[in-house]
Structure formats: structure tokens, C-alpha cells
């Protein structure tokens, strides 16, 4: 894989701001079309990153992966990306999730009804983007008579394409019926993607699309030194450890051992120690951290993105676990002439 083929890059707060900011710019020049900035639990947002993305560059896309729709109203949300898009026009994309607990519920949040709570927002966020004039009386967006109050500048309809971050089925298939794209979790198997299929395909069939009318970028967890392919695993190992923990379903769903995820689940509690992790990652076998990451050497870690690309997704984007972030990017810009 080239990135003649699409290909992003997907950032958290492993690195620094001013870090990151230079990886986008060599993904960049290396023709990668998108970086994807998570929101981290309570460390970084999505807005500051992106704009500092959007200012250094031309051509690339920038999108949230994913910003929580629970502590901002949803036209709090829809100027927030209006102002993006005067940053860099038609290069923003909005990518929205359902947030997580314990953590919603210890800052006061109550997820209730999450499936009916993205619809509203999605829906209305798209008008309210589109400039209409919006009255809605939902269970969770009131508006009455609201548009996006643009007096100066760019008054057009803005062209955000919005995503939706799915993992669980029901979530899934609520994307594939109103959203422009779903964002494909990390730490899940290519087997995973084909019931993450089914269920797009059910959702669109609801809104008389197919699966194919939906964009589907896919995060995945890259873990690659051609020097040291073993080390490279190894590296990814600890944070397949910590998921096996903290998302058994999801580990489920992709294949891991039950017997695997009860023999962690008995070493390694919720907050570990470093020795704790380091007992638990001596259970997850080489196999077990290859199923579910992209990890070794150059042309392992192209070969398993592929999988991913063949199981559904339509881009994959590459969330480094390793140190060298540029290295990474040199093996998927392979063959590339900018």
C-alpha cells in the first residue's frame, strides 16, 4: 500500500502540540490526505489541535476523532466547525462520539438514550452547517428560529462531512443511516470489521443507501521498526494488554480467547501498577497483539493494513504506538513522488 491509496494519521497527547504539528506537516508532504486528532479524556481537545493543524497546511484534511456530544450544545458545535472551515475551506471534517465511563458519569453527565441523542445532533448539526434557519424540540436539542449568525466573511453553506466514532452494533448501524461516514474503532480485528459491515449496511438500507454511499476510515493501531520488528510488537503489546482489560467486548468480538480475557481480568485490575501491566503483557502472546494491531516490520505492518482495507474500510488511519512517527509515515508514503 502506497499512499496513492488513501491514508491518514491519527493523533492523541502521546506527543507534544508542537510534535504533533510537524508530523502533519511531513504527512503532508508525504501525500498522506488527512489527520484525525482524538479527544483525549480530560488532557487535550480537538479544536485547539486542528486549528493549529489547519494554519500550517494546504492540502490535507483535518478531522476530530471524536468530539463528545454531551458537554458542548450543539451549536456550540456547528460554529466551532464554521470557524474551522474559514481556517482551511472544504478541509474540515466533524467526527462525533458518544464520550465514556466512568468518566461521563463522574463529571456529572447522564448517557441516556446515546443512539437518540447522536441522531438529534447529527441531524441538526447538518442543518445548522447548511445555514438554515432551525427549529427543533427533541429530547436533548431545543432550538427555536436559530441560524448560524454570519455577518461578515463566508456566509455559504459549509461542506463538513460528518462522522460518527461507532464501536458498539446498534451505534453502528444508527452511522449508516445518517451519517456521512463512521469512524472504524483501533484494537479490533479484521473480523470484527464484518459484522461492523452488516450492521452499516442495515442502517443505510433504513436511508436508501448502501454501505458504499458511506465513507469509512478506519483507526489502527501501527506499530513498525524495520530494525527491530520483535521490539515494534512488544511496544504494542502493553497497550493490547491494557484494552483486553478495559474493553472485553470488544476483544470478544475480534477474536481474543475468552479464557485470555478472564486470565487478565484476574491479574490486572482497573488502576494497575507498572508490575501489574508488566505480569499481565507476559499472558498476550505475539499472535493475540498481531490480530488485533498493525506491528513488525514495514512489510508486515502494510500487509495487515490491507486486511483491514479488504474487510471494508476505505482508508486506514494510522495511529503510531512507535516513537519514530516520520519512520511510519516512510512506509506508507512508499513509492510516492510528491
Known amino acids: 500500500m502506497s499512499v496513492r491509496d488513501r491514508v491518514g494519521l491519527y493523533l492523541q497527547d502521546v506527543f507534544s502540540l508542537q510534535e504533533s504539528v510537524k508530523f502533519v506537516q511531513y504527512a503532508e508532504t508525504r501525500g498522506f490526505d488527512s489527520v484525525w486528532q482524538a479527544e483525549s479524556r480530560l488532557a487535550r481537545d480537538v479544536v485547539v489541535p486542528m486549528a493549529a493543524y489547519a494554519a500550517v497546511t494546504h492540502r490535507i484534511k483535518i478531522g476530530s476523532a471524536v468530539m463528545n456530544i454531551w458537554t458542548r450544545n450543539v451549536t456550540t458545535i456547528a460554529s466551532t466547525f464554521l470557524s474551522l472551515d474559514d481556517l482551511a475551506p472544504d478541509r474540515i471534517m466533524c467526527g462525533l462520539g458518544d464520550w465514556w465511563e466512568p468518566l461521563a458519569q463522574n463529571v456529572g ?4 438514550k446515546p443512539l437518540l441523542a447522536m441522531r438529534e445532533t447529527v441531524d441538526v448539526l447538518r442543518a445548522l452547517l447548511a445555514r438554515d434557519v432551525v427549529t427543533f424540540s427533541g429530547n436533548f436539542v431545543r432550538l427555536r428560529d436559530i441560524q448560524l449568525d454570519v455577518i461578515y466573511g463566508r456566509r455559504e453553506p459549509r461542506q463538513v462531512p460528518i462522522y460518527v466514532g461507532a464501536t458498539g452494533p446498534k451505534m453502528m448501524a444508527v452511522a449508516g443511516q445518517i451519517a456521512d461516514g ?19 449496511a442495515l442502517g443505510a438500507n433504513h436511508s436508501g443507501r448502501s454501505v458504499d454511499d458511506i465513507d469509512r ?9 524495520d530494525d527491530d520488528p520483535q521490539g515494534a510488537i512488544n511496544t504494542a503489546r502493553r497497550v493490547v494488554t491494557l484494552y483486553i482489560r478495559q474493553q472485553p ?13 478472564d486470565d487478565i481480568a484476574q491479574v490486572l ?14 499472558l498476550v502472546s505475539d499472535d493475540i497483539v498481531q490480530l488485533v494491531t498493525a506491528s513488525g516490520d514495514g512489510a508486515t505492518v502494510r500487509a495487515k493494513v490491507r486486511d483491514y482495507v479488504a474487510s471494508g474500510a476505505t482508508s486506514p488511519i494510522l495511529y503510531p504506538l512507535c516513537k519514530d512517527v516520520n519512520h511510519m509515515i516512510d512506509v506508507f508514503a512508499s513509492g510516492y513522488s510528491h
Open 269 to 282: 485490575p482497573i488502576s494497575a501498577s507498572e508490575q501489574q501491566i508488566t505480569d499481565a503483557m507476559n
Open 249 to 261: 467486548q470488544m476483544m470478544r468480538a475480534s477474536g481474543v480467547p475468552q479464557d485470555l480475557i
Open 182 to 200: 463512521v469512524l472504524l474503532n483501533y484494537l479490533v480485528s479484521p473480523q470484527y470489521n464484518e459484522g461492523a459491515m452488516a450492521q452499516l
Open 217 to 225: 476510515p478506519q483507526l489502527i493501531a501501527c506499530a513498525v521498526d
Open 109 to 112: 453527565v447522564n448517557r441516556r
